[in-house]
């Protein structure tokens, strides 16, 4: 479907001149690991060109950092891709078992073994995961091993409820909580402070007004992308949309759910706008300063150019 335009977005959006260099360096190095030695892979990566998204999101970054937030947009839509169709007789816990082997990476465990298929995502996954969390503290790698468990594990669990029984699919607020874990930006976020170098004090990191900022960040791109891939879904008769879930649980048309999604992005918006104030007006030592301001800044851009990105998508991924 046509992405709403009238989708709330007061933020400035901005590209990055290196995008395209961006783009080249995460081509080679998906080869380099064998993943997009499939066609249709090969094709999907080079069609999205996530790497003009991630410019986006950080308008100002250089060369080699915004080539780390490139490779992990590419390699995550590869990975999620993956699981759109698990073979075998459970397909839920095929997908658990795999996704343990990503998640025992972030922790420092060794990793348990999958099959051959993914072992070049595997692969990838270490070098990227060593290249974003190498620079950054331990109490930043703990954090950010968290929140990738916490997306790895949602992706299993999408697998179970588009595969399971009707009667187990999520009503409104269930959904809702999934889907701040497989948007993955959590992980986004995490993200952030790597490639603008620029590591949140875990004083800030830890308060309840980051929480509902980033609370808002999720909800503003995963209500967006929903709207957006609705009808790719209904094509593929995936039950896993938000506007399914409304037209199931609050007997709303197709129209009523379009319109209540607009409404709570323009919600989740005005949330982040609270948050950020509340943020910026707290008593936080002048050190914490410049770190607060990038985080929200690369914030502001994430979610503008989500909204350009998924413009652009629309009618080709959704």
């Known amino acids: 479907m046509t992405l709403d335009a009238a989708f709330y977005m007061p933020f400035e959006l901005r590209y ?20 997009t030695d499939d066609e249709r892979v090969r094709c999907e990566v080079e069609r999205t060109v996530l790497a003009t998204y991630m410019g986006c999101n950080w308008p100002d ?65 270490q070098d990227f995961w060593h290249r974003e969390s190498g620079p950054m503290s331990q109490a930043w790698r703990a954090r950010a091993a968290k929140a990738w468990e916490s997306y790895l594990t949602s992706v299993a669990r999408e697998v179970h409820l588009r595969t399971g029984p009707e009667d187990e699919l999520p009503g409104v607020d269930e959904y809702i909580a999934l889907r701040r874990r497989t948007i993955a930006i959590e992980v986004c976020s995490d993200l952030c402070e790597r490639v603008s170098r620029c590591e949140l004090p875990e004083e800030i990191a830890a308060c309840d007004e980051m929480r509902n900022l980033r609370n808002a960040v999720k909800d503003v791109v995963w209500l967006m992308q929903d709207a957006a891939s609705v009808e790719k879904e209904d094509a593929d008769e995936c039950p896993l949309n938000f506007v399914f879930v409304l037209e199931r649980t609050l007997d709303h048309s197709r129209a009523e759910a379009i319109g209540d999604i607009g409404q709570r992005q323009e919600q989740a918006v005005q949330d982040f706008l609270r948050a950020k104030e509340a943020l910026l007006t707290a008593s936080w030592p002048e050190t914490f300063t410049g770190p607060l301001n990038q985080h929200i800044f690369d914030q502001e851009h994430w979610l503008s150019g989500t909204q350009a990105w998924l413009q652009q998508m629309t009618g080709g991924r959704y």
């Not at 990055?16 to 993943?35: E, F, V």
Request: glycine share 8%.
């Open 16 to 35: 990055n001149p290196h995008a395209s260099q961006a783009h080249d360096r995460t081509l080679a190095w998906l080869a380099r690991y064998g993943i």
């Open 61 to 125: 970054a250089p060369l080699e950092d915004l080539a780390v937030g490139s490779d992990f947009a590419n390699w995550i839509q590869c990975f999620d891709d993956v699981f759109d169709a698990v073979p075998g007789p459970d397909p839920a816990q095929s997908a658990l078992a795999t996704v343990e082997a990503f998640v025992a990476v972030c922790h420092g465990r060794p990793t348990p073994s999958i099959g051959q298929e993914h072992q070049g995502l595997l692969a990838a996954f």
